[in-house]
């Protein structure tokens, strides 16, 4: 397989340009005829044949626009040159949940670290004792 020069594929950018233009026309006129509670969570749509496929959030607002289908069906088919037949909805996955990566740890004073072992010592024996011993050594060290 030989190397292909960048303009061997100057029809492809072109083509798929205008397809990106085509759906993001066909998704201004689906925003323009949506209610107004709708709009930011219609995300996309995708044009097959005779079938318009329309992605939103959450199944909440997937039912809710299914009640606008038709109004949907008539404004793309009357402003664009597509011949819808069939409106589908479809929910896009949740964003995953993201963790905070800063994630402040607060550690008590050396004087709280100090008293919590001066608080065990003045314990006897027992479980109490052990695990203040064990938390005030922990402190510590994270404290440095």
């Given at each position: 397989?030989?190397?292909?020069?960048?303009?061997?594929f100057?029809?492809?950018?072109?083509?798929?340009?205008?397809?990106?233009?085509?759906?993001?026309?066909?998704?201004?006129?689906?925003?323009?005829?949506s209610?107004?509670?709708?709009?930011?969570?219609?995300?996309?749509?995708?044009?097959?044949?005779?079938?318009?496929?329309?992605?939103?959030?959450?199944?909440?607002?997937?039912?809710?626009?299914?009640?606008?289908?038709?109004?949907?069906?008539?404004?793309?088919?009357?402003?664009?040159?597509?011949?819808?037949?069939?409106?589908?909805?479809?929910?896009?996955?949740?964003?995953?949940?993201?963790?905070?990566?800063?994630?402040?740890?607060?550690?008590?004073?050396?004087?709280?670290?100090?008293?919590?072992?001066?608080?065990?010592?003045?314990?006897?024996?027992?479980?109490?004792?052990?695990?203040?011993?064990?938390?005030?050594?922990?402190?510590?060290?994270?404290?440095?």
């Amino acid at each position: 397989m030989s190397f292909k020069n960048a303009s061997s594929f100057s029809r492809i950018p072109t083509t798929i340009q205008l397809h990106v233009a085509k759906h993001q026309r066909i998704l201004r006129i689906i925003l323009s005829v949506s209610p107004a509670l709708l709009k930011p969570h219609i995300k996309d749509c995708v044009i097959n044949e005779e079938s318009l496929m329309i992605y939103v959030s959450s199944a909440v607002w997937a039912s809710q626009l299914r009640f606008c289908s038709a109004q949907i069906q008539t404004a793309v088919n009357t402003q664009s040159k597509e011949k819808i037949k069939k409106i589908r909805v479809r929910v896009l996955a949740p964003d995953p949940f993201k963790v905070d990566k800063k994630s402040r740890k607060i550690i008590p004073s050396a004087e709280n670290i100090e008293s919590l072992r001066n608080n065990a010592d003045a314990l006897s024996e027992g479980k109490l004792k052990n695990a203040l011993l064990r938390l005030s050594n922990t402190l510590l060290k994270l404290n440095k």
